[in-house]
């Protein structure tokens, strides 16, 4: 015999299962969308490591070349950089899903000799949010958070006369350095260090900056705008 089916009961029980079955389906369906938003976001996050040493400023170069649209690129190509490595620029890579992966894994694995003293995220969500990060810049599909895409330094043109180094003489093992403020300053010879900045935010030629190092005022750096100015600039006289 047939047990008794109440028709309503369970056409409530079947309504009920299509219509969870159906929220199921749309979050399944939105999930990809939900979790890219969440990828690129964390990805800009994950980014502030390389930022030490990376640009997203088309052809702004630093220690290592701009990342500005590398999706696609050919590994050691960028132009304006001239600091590859015979080994990047032999591997005939081209930046992309999986290539960036390992590269971000572990660089010197990936590519053997390259100049890239950084050893890798281990972490593979981590390594997934930095590239979906960098495939969205690439695509034009997100602007960069205006933090990264200020200059990475300070604008040398633009500092007072207590930076502007008017003279430096050089006696025995010290360096005096004069700024526009008519301070003179002396440092220890192996704590003053000497460095050109030939970029839009260097300084102008023939005028010399001195920005501080070290946490005791005893270390700088004076910054010229190429390096024939140096020998010139600095007087031995004691």
């Given amino acids: 015999m047939m047990p008794f089916i109440n028709a309503p009961a369970t056409n409530k029980i079947i309504c009920s299962f299509v219509i969870a079955f159906g929220l199921l389906i749309g979050v399944r369906t939105s999930l990809p969308t ?18 030490a040493c990376h640009s997203l400023q088309p ?28 080994a990047l620029k032999s591997s005939n890579i081209v930046w992309g899903q999986e290539t960036l992966d390992a590269w971000l894994k572990s660089p010197s694995a990936f590519i053997p000799g390259n100049n890239m003293n950084f050893p890798g995220v281990p972490d593979k969500r981590q390594r997934a949010d930095l590239i979906a990060f960098l495939k969205a810049e690439s695509n034009g599909q997100l602007r960069p958070p205006a933090a990264m895409m200020a200059p990475p330094f ?4 633009k500092l007072g006369a207590d ?21 003179v300053t002396e440092f220890w010879e192996a ?3 000497l460095k ?6 260097g300084p102008r030629r023939g005028k ?24 010139g600039f600095i007087k031995h006289q004691c």
């Fill in 34 to 51: 939900a979790f890219a938003a969440s990828d690129t976001a964390n990805g800009a996050k994950a980014f502030r490591v390389c930022a």
């Fill in 196 to 201: 050109t900045d030939s970029s839009d935010t």
């Fill in 208 to 231: 010399p900056v001195i920005m501080p190092a070290g946490m005791m005022g005893d270390r700088a750096s004076i910054f010229f705008a190429a390096p024939d100015e140096i020998s």
């Fill in 154 to 157: 300070t604008d040398l043109k």
């Fill in 59 to 86: 052809d702004r170069n630093m220690t290592g070349p701009s990342l500005a649209r590398i999706w696609g690129r050919k590994a050691g190509s960028l132009k304006s950089f001239d600091r590859y490595s015979v």
């Fill in 191 to 193: 704590n003053l260090r």
């Fill in 163 to 183: 930076r502007q180094v008017k003279a430096i003489r050089y006696c025995r093992d010290t360096y005096h350095v004069t700024t526009a403020d008519g301070r």
